[in-house]
């Protein structure tokens, strides 16, 4: 029973940074590992990065290690996306989501909810 808001997309030049927010209404906002995933134009939906239920652990796509951060604050229900470094690759609708499960966060299938999307663009 949760209801997810992606914000923080835009349009930025190669090279630089943005921060994404994703927040969550309901008061099981902790019992969830969240997961940040994204969507280029006619490309599937690809795995970029997760966090745990405390925040103590987290996982990340190869292509965005080192350059992305996840975290999240519990406390304001709202998990975050650092982006630094972008590259027009990076370019896509990203997904904010909330999974049930300890195991498996790299799967789309494993999330129970998910927000409306935000837009990335990162121009050359």
């Known amino acids: 029973q949760v209801q997810l808001v992606e914000s923080g997309g835009g349009l930025v030049q190669a090279g630089g940074s943005l921060r994404l927010s994703c927040a969550a209404s309901?008061?099981?906002?902790?019992?969830?590992?969240m997961g940040w995933f994204r969507q280029a134009p006619g490309k599937e939906r690809v795995f970029v990065a997760a966090?745990?239920?405390?925040?103590?652990?987290?996982n990340y796509a190869d292509s965005v290690k080192g350059r992305f951060t996840i975290s999240r604050d519990n406390a304001k229900n709202t998990v975050y996306l650092q982006m630094n470094s972008l590259k027009p690759e990076d370019t896509a609708v990203y997904y904010c989501?909330?999974?049930?499960?300890?195991?498996?966060?790299?799967?789309?299938?494993?999330?129970?909810?998910w927000g409306q999307g935000t837009q990335v663009t990162v121009s050359s």
């Open positions: 989501g909330a999974s049930r499960y300890s195991t498996g966060s790299v799967y789309h299938e494993r999330y129970d909810y």
């Open positions: 309901g008061r099981t906002f902790s019992n969830y590992v």
């Open positions: 966090v745990s239920r405390s925040g103590g652990v987290t």
